[in-house]
């Protein structure tokens, strides 16, 4: 069993940046794929990044180029480090874990969720 809990949310402007955590509690934390998604008002719950326990990842096309994923096993957290954020990357982010080890970017693919916490970006 894994729990997590996330960190780091809260309002930004459009341009500014904000990084967000997510702490595991569990000893196999490195085994896992980790992933980031997010589920803007009134729209389903969508990928955003994942990352797998060797630093491997994948982004959506949205956030790519912009947002990076990265992780410190030795800290059981993940973090999500958002860049030029817009208006459209306001949602609740969820930060997700997953046992097998590929990367995959299906939201049924993860069997832990955290409680998910809200980014706000304003124009």
């Known amino acids: 069993q894994v729990q997590l809990v996330e960190s780091g949310g809260g309002l930004a402007q459009a341009g500014d940046s904000l990084r967000l955590s997510c702490a595991a509690s569990?000893?196999?934390?490195?085994?896992?794929?980790m992933g980031w998604f997010r589920q803007a008002p009134g729209k389903d719950r969508e990928f955003v990044a994942a990352?797998?326990?060797?630093?491997?990842?994948t982004y959506a096309d949205s956030v790519k180029g912009r947002f990076t994923i990265s992780r410190d096993n030795a800290k059981n957290t993940v973090y999500l480090q958002m860049n030029s954020l817009n208006p459209e990357d306001t949602a609740v982010y969820y930060c997700?874990?997953?046992?097998?080890?590929?990367?995959?970017?299906?939201?049924?693919?993860?069997?832990?969720w955290g409680q998910g916490i809200q980014v706000t970006v304003s124009s």
């Open positions: 997700a874990a997953r046992e097998a080890p590929a990367l995959r970017v299906e939201i049924e693919r993860y069997e832990y």
């Open positions: 569990g000893r196999t934390f490195s085994r896992y794929v």
């Open positions: 990352i797998n326990w060797s630093g491997g990842s």
